[in-house]
């Protein structure tokens, strides 16, 4: 990966999202802003949670990216008797009558954490340390994981018997928190035709980790004004009630707002996202393309707001 500059490299990362997104759409229609919002945060180094009733291709759609990612993948189907070395791995006594770690499915490039909130929070916290430190610590021993290392959970809105909660340290760890709508009618009757019949999908590698990792720290270097540096932050701080920046709307409907790493990921979705427009630097409406998904599981709303049942898109996209 030789480029003269970011500049000419920044146009080859636009070249690989739209073949990202070609290769993509072969398995999944009508899917294209979510695909967007996957892609912005693989390259942003996030996490993401899917959130959206079974049926819409929340599984599809994380094995199809693992496919054209040329990445290392793993699936973790959470259940409520799952333990935290089902997922970190455990000791195990070798014929040598040695003790040997056993790595388990953490130790891969993309997880995918089905269902998260099936299995108790000893368990949704084996995550915490992995999303964050890019690490695992396991029988005494610190243990690096692969890079690009990238969590794609999902969750079901509507069973809430037998399911846990995602604390709110955990969420945090998801840069993105994505809603999943059902198809439109044009969308459905394309997957009709395609799934039941004899059709089948050659999916090609499109992108090497060692150059998801180069682009990684290539949207890092691209350069931010001053005032989308401020208006990012600013945004940030008006989900905070009682505090200085604080709208009526906030001190209103909401108990708890955003912190710090809101201000952090929106910065970065917003470079993220122009980049992979074809632009060099960010504006104030790449910082609003991201908003959404990054504010949403970050806020919290208080008993008023459930009370006259005001969305939390409402509240953000007045804050905005």
Not at 177 to 201: A, C, G, H, Q, R
Request: glycine share 4%; hydrophobic share 40%; proline share 5%.
């Amino acid at each position: 990966m030789k480029y003269k500059n970011d500049v000419e490299a920044l146009d080859a990362l636009k070249g690989k999202y739209e073949e990202l997104k070609s290769e993509i759409k072969k398995s999944i229609y009508g899917q294209d802003e979510i695909i967007t919002q996957v892609l912005t945060s693989l390259f942003s180094r996030g996490h993401c949670l899917l959130i959206g009733v079974p049926g819409l291709a929340k599984t599809l759609l994380v094995t199809t990216i693992s496919k054209v990612l040329g990445l290392k993948y793993n699936r973790i189907q959470f259940t409520p008797d799952l333990m935290p070395s089902d997922i970190i791995g455990t000791e195990i006594l070798d014929k040598e009558r040695q003790f040997r770690f056993v790595k388990g499915p953490l130790f891969a490039n993309i997880i995918l954490a089905d269902e998260i909130n099936r299995t108790p929070p000893k368990t949704q916290s084996a995550l915490l340390e992995a999303m964050q430190e890019r690490a695992v610590t396991a029988a005494g021993q610190h243990f690096e994981l692969d890079k690009p290392f990238f969590v794609l959970a999902t969750q079901n809105p509507i069973e809430q018997e037998g399911t846990y909660p995602l604390p709110e340290a955990q969420l945090d760890r998801f840069m993105f928190s994505i809603w999943l709508d059902y198809p439109k009618f044009e969308d459905e009757l394309t997957i009709v035709k395609n799934t039941t019949s004899t059709m089948e999908v050659e999916h090609q590698t499109v992108i090497s980790g060692e150059e998801i990792k180069f682009f990684q720290e290539l949207i890092r270097r691209i350069p931010v004004n001053d005032n989308v540096m401020q208006y990012a932050v600013k945004l940030a701080a008006k989900t905070r009630p009682g505090t200085e920046h604080a709208p009526e709307i906030s001190n209103d409907y909401l108990k708890w707002g955003a912190g710090p790493r809101a201000s952090q990921y929106l910065i970065l979705g917003a470079k993220t996202n122009a980049a992979l427009k074809g632009k060099y630097s960010p504006d104030i409406d790449d910082v609003k393309a991201v908003a959404y998904s990054i504010l949403r599981h970050r806020i919290i709303k208080n008993y008023k707001a459930e009370a006259e049942n005001i969305h939390i898109d409402e509240i953000i996209a007045k804050l905005m």
